[in-house]
């Protein structure tokens, strides 16, 4: 081999030859691209540096090598490298393929535009998440409040209350707000003395501005319209002082009674009175007011000397209301009829042993009588108070159809004790009755409007229909014990404003007639001043006098019609009685959300995200470096042209009044990082 190579130099000086040649070929093709392509590398490399800023001003500033500073090997060196590193991904061309087309011009500006805005949202990447962070955060509050929106507070499922939790969701959102126009606001700083001169004091301004609300309005006294997007985010800083109140305001906690869905009231009604099976047969010849049921009895007695109550309910909410509801009961009126009275008053005889008395014609023929009575010559007088006789009409009409379902039919006289001791005529108080009529009959009453209230049962006046009976006379066994049964006789009723004859409701019969014996009974009784002179007919009764409580009544028809009332209510809540289920309310405490007041907050933080856009694009256009808030920007540049004089300022306001008057810009086309004085 080495003979070989010895035996042909020639051709070994010519390979070497040819190589130097294609060397020498291929520099200076890669020469002339270099040149053709120089421009468009330096738009490149200005698009791909991954600084924050471009062009001349940040290659001297930042302290780059300047590419004509360079010795020619240490260029070529470097042209070769970009060549290599460059041309593929910025340019689609490579120099070993020169046959190879590169893209077209609109792809390339295009390529750089989105290579820039990329840039750019890089470097506001924080504070654009933060405005999203803080758009979020809005966001979780309004579904919260949506969610819980009109829900009752006991519901609210988490330890801490509802305005502890949006509170914490509201801070968030805030401080992330507030970081992102702070950020703004540093820039801004910037910007107002790039290529614009401007006093020095607005570094302070716009500084303090960034800080918070009080260096805000200072912000927004000093500059308002000569620096309007500065401005905008003094005002976002200062408005965001009332985020907090407001939010808290967004929450009211009414109590409101709502529906209950799974919860009833039970409000009785009934078509059919029949307490205890009553029986009638031939060993029974007669009716007993002593056979009223006692429920009966103390419901009576207790309406005559108190008001009456409000029907009864049950409702485990304490609010319920019912539909319409009818009911068979007791109805009961009384006619003052004084004027049509004939008093008759024939003084002190002998056949009534020296008492006064006076008569008096009712307009039925009957005649009632009161007396008066005079304990010795000096003594007191003793008047009549009260005197009543009554008639059942149950027993009257007994077998009648057609007939109306009265039970007793009454009349009294009331005496007041308002005569004067001082006259001659101590009977005065005879001749001045009060007379009445009145009468009980079964009758179906109808309440309108039922409701209850925080546990106070409230009704409208019934609407009441007289009751008539009908030919519907039904017996029914009911058993007696011992094995042995009786029949129950129960006596069809209907309402006697209806054209039809159909029953609809009933009644036992032997409770009907003791029910008219039993009232007919309790008001045939008279009543005197001191338990004298107390009736002009003597019976034997079982029932309770209530002379007494009667002579009080300051008006007898209400008296009556409370009685009426009571006795209505044993008959709808007897054992036949239907329950009729109403719809419940419950009173709870409910959340309710004051939507106006989430208006400020989400309007702030899309202004803040709004500045944040508006930045990206201002400093798209420029070149000026994103330095935003940083103190150490701050200490690389200089004032050129000034310089602080004498010893080392000790407070601010000294710092103020030294540079006062100083006004300064940073020249767009500045090679250092200096500001310039004007």
Same mark, same amino acid.
């Given at each position: 081999?080495?003979?070989?190579?010895?035996?042909?130099?020639?051709?070994?000086?010519?390979?070497?030859?040819?190589?130097?040649?294609?060397?020498?070929?291929?520099?200076?093709?890669?020469?002339?691209?270099?040149?053709?392509?120089?421009?468009?590398?330096?738009?490149?490399?200005?698009?791909?540096?991954?600084?924050?800023?471009?062009?001349?001003?940040?290659?001297?500033?930042?302290?780059?090598?300047?590419?004509?500073e360079l010795g020619v090997p240490q260029q070529q060196a470097r042209d070769a490298e970009r060549r290599s590193s460059d041309y593929d991904s910025l340019l689609m061309f490579s120099p070993n393929g020169l046959g190879t087309e590169g893209p077209?011009?609109?792809?390339?500006?295009?390529?750089?535009?989105?290579? %820039?805005?990329?840039?750019?949202?890089?470097?506001?990447?924080?504070?654009?998440?933060?405005?999203? $962070?803080?758009?979020?955060?809005?966001?979780?509050?309004?579904?919260?409040?949506? *969610? =819980?929106?009109?829900?009752?507070?006991?519901?609210?499922?988490?330890?801490?209350?509802?305005?502890? *939790?949006?509170?914490?969701?509201?801070?968030?959102?805030?401080?992330?707000?507030?970081?992102?126009?702070? =950020?703004?606001?540093?820039?801004?700083?910037?910007?107002?003395?790039?290529?614009?001169?401007?006093?020095?004091?607005?570094?302070?301004?716009? &500084?303090?501005?960034?800080?918070?609300?009080?260096?805000?309005? =200072?912000?927004?006294?000093?500059? #308002?319209?000569?620096?309007? $997007?500065?401005?905008? %985010?003094?005002?976002?800083?200062?408005?965001?002082?009332?985020?907090?109140?407001?939010?808290?305001? *967004?929450?009211?906690?009414?109590?409101?009674?709502?529906?209950?869905?799974?919860?009833?009231?039970?409000? #009785?009604?009934?078509?059919?009175? /029949?307490?205890?099976?009553?029986?009638? /047969?031939?060993?029974?010849?007669?009716?007993?007011?002593?056979?009223? /049921?006692?429920?009966?009895?103390?419901?009576?007695?207790?309406?005559?000397?108190?008001?009456?109550?409000?029907?009864?309910?049950?409702?485990?909410?304490?609010?319920?209301?019912?539909?319409?509801?009818?009911?068979?009961?007791?109805?009961?009126?009384?006619?003052?009829?004084?004027?049509?009275?004939?008093?008759?008053?024939?003084?002190?005889?002998?056949?009534?042993?020296?008492?006064?008395?006076?008569?008096?014609?009712?307009?039925?023929?009957?005649?009632?009588?009161?007396?008066?009575?005079?304990?010795?010559?000096?003594?007191?007088?003793?008047?009549?108070?009260?005197?009543?006789?009554?008639?059942?009409?149950?027993?009257?009409?007994?077998?009648?159809?057609?007939?109306?379902?009265?039970?007793?039919?009454?009349?009294?006289?009331?005496?007041?004790?308002?005569? &004067?001791?001082?006259?001659? /005529?101590?009977?005065?108080?005879?001749?001045?009755?009060?007379?009445?009529?009145c009468m009980f009959v079964l009758c179906a009453k109808t309440y309108e409007i039922l409701s209850m209230t925080n546990g106070e049962v409230s009704v409208s006046e019934p609407v009441e229909d007289l009751l008539i009976r009908t030919d519907n006379?039904?017996?029914?066994?009911?058993?007696?014990?011992?094995?042995?049964?009786?029949?129950?006789?129960?006596?069809?009723?209907?309402?006697?404003?209806?054209?039809?004859?159909?029953?609809?409701?009933?009644?036992?019969?032997?409770?009907?007639?003791?029910?008219?014996?039993?009232?007919?009974?309790?008001?045939?009784?008279?009543?005197?001043?001191?338990?004298?002179?107390?009736?002009?007919?003597?019976?034997? %009764?079982? %029932?309770?006098?209530?002379?007494?409580?009667?002579?009080?009544?300051?008006? $007898?028809?209400?008296?009556?019609?409370?009685?009426?009332?009571?006795?209505?209510?044993?008959?709808?809540?007897?054992?036949?009685?239907?329950?009729?289920?109403?719809?419940?309310?419950?009173?709870?405490?409910?959340?309710?959300?004051?939507?106006?007041?989430?208006?400020?907050?989400?309007?702030?933080?899309?202004?803040?995200?709004?500045?944040?856009?508006?930045?990206?694009?201002?400093?798209?256009?420029?070149?000026?470096?994103?330095?935003? #808030?940083?103190?150490?920007?701050? $200490?690389?540049?200089?004032?050129?042209?000034?310089?602080? =004089?004498?010893?080392?300022?000790?407070?601010?306001?000294?710092?103020?009044?030294?540079?006062?008057?100083?006004?300064?810009?940073?020249?767009?086309?500045?090679?250092?990082?200096?500001?310039?004085? #004007?």
């Amino acid at each position: 081999m080495s003979t070989s190579s010895e035996a042909n130099p020639t051709d070994h000086h010519d390979h070497l030859q040819h190589t130097n040649d294609i060397h020498g070929q291929r520099q200076q093709v890669e020469s002339n691209v270099d040149s053709i392509f120089s421009p468009l590398y330096n738009i490149a490399l200005h698009d791909s540096n991954e600084g924050p800023t471009t062009g001349s001003y940040r290659e001297k500033n930042l302290g780059h090598e300047n590419h004509y500073e360079l010795g020619v090997p240490q260029q070529q060196a470097r042209d070769a490298e970009r060549r290599s590193s460059d041309y593929d991904s910025l340019l689609m061309f490579s120099p070993n393929g020169l046959g190879t087309e590169g893209p077209s011009k609109d792809n390339e500006k295009r390529s750089k535009r989105n290579g %820039a805005w990329r840039r750019h949202f890089k470097f506001w990447k924080w504070e654009v998440g933060a405005c999203f $962070l803080s758009l979020a955060s809005i966001a979780s509050v309004i579904a919260v409040l949506y *969610v =819980e929106n009109d829900k009752p507070l006991d519901q609210w499922a988490w330890s801490i209350g509802p305005t502890a *939790v949006v509170a914490f969701i509201t801070t968030i959102a805030k401080s992330s707000m507030l970081l992102a126009v702070s =950020e703004v606001l540093g820039q801004l700083k910037w910007l107002h003395f790039y290529g614009e001169t401007n006093p020095l004091t607005d570094l302070g301004v716009f &500084d303090a501005a960034g800080r918070g609300p009080w260096g805000a309005a =200072e912000l927004l006294l000093r500059k #308002n319209v000569k620096a309007l $997007l500065a401005s905008l %985010a003094a005002v976002v800083t200062i408005a965001a002082l009332l985020i907090d109140p407001f939010m808290q305001l *967004v929450f009211t906690f009414p109590a409101l009674s709502r529906y209950e869905s799974d919860v009833y009231g039970f409000f #009785n009604q009934t078509q059919l009175y /029949d307490p205890n099976g009553n029986t009638y /047969d031939s060993h029974m010849t007669a009716f007993a007011a002593s056979s009223v /049921d006692a429920q009966m009895q103390a419901a009576v007695i207790r309406a005559v000397s108190e008001h009456s109550n409000s029907p009864a309910a049950t409702c485990s909410t304490g609010n319920c209301t019912w539909p319409q509801v009818t009911t068979l009961g007791i109805c009961a009126q009384c006619t003052d009829i004084t004027q049509q009275v004939n008093t008759s008053c024939p003084g002190p005889t002998t056949a009534n042993h020296g008492q006064y008395q006076c008569d008096y014609g009712m307009p039925s023929g009957r005649n009632l009588s009161g007396f008066g009575f005079k304990a010795g010559a000096t003594g007191d007088f003793f008047p009549t108070r009260w005197n009543s006789s009554a008639t059942s009409a149950s027993a009257s009409t007994s077998g009648n159809s057609s007939a109306a379902a009265a039970l007793t039919y009454i009349e009294a006289v009331q005496l007041k004790e308002n005569y &004067d001791y001082g006259t001659a /005529d101590i009977s005065s108080v005879l001749r001045a009755p009060t007379a009445w009529t009145c009468m009980f009959v079964l009758c179906a009453k109808t309440y309108e409007i039922l409701s209850m209230t925080n546990g106070e049962v409230s009704v409208s006046e019934p609407v009441e229909d007289l009751l008539i009976r009908t030919d519907n006379i039904t017996q029914v066994d009911a058993p007696i014990g011992g094995g042995l049964s009786g029949l129950s006789t129960i006596q069809g009723l209907r309402v006697n404003s209806s054209s039809s004859s159909t029953s609809t409701h009933f009644i036992n019969s032997a409770d009907f007639a003791n029910l008219g014996n039993y009232l007919t009974e309790l008001f045939s009784t008279g009543w005197g001043a001191r338990g004298f002179g107390a009736s002009n007919r003597i019976a034997q %009764a079982t %029932a309770p006098n209530l002379g007494w409580a009667l002579s009080e009544a300051e008006n $007898l028809n209400q008296t009556v019609r409370n009685i009426a009332e009571s006795m209505t209510e044993i008959i709808r809540n007897s054992r036949n009685s239907t329950a009729i289920a109403g719809q419940a309310f419950r009173t709870r405490t409910y959340i309710e959300v004051q939507w106006g007041w989430v208006a400020l907050p989400l309007t702030l933080t899309i202004l803040s995200l709004l500045l944040i856009m508006l930045m990206v694009i201002r400093t798209n256009r420029s070149d000026l470096p994103l330095w935003k #808030n940083s103190s150490i920007a701050l $200490l690389f540049h200089r004032v050129d042209g000034w310089a602080p =004089e004498g010893e080392a300022l000790q407070s601010p306001s000294a710092l103020e009044k030294e540079v006062r008057g100083v006004s300064i810009m940073l020249p767009k086309d500045s090679q250092d990082l200096t500001f310039v004085k #004007n």
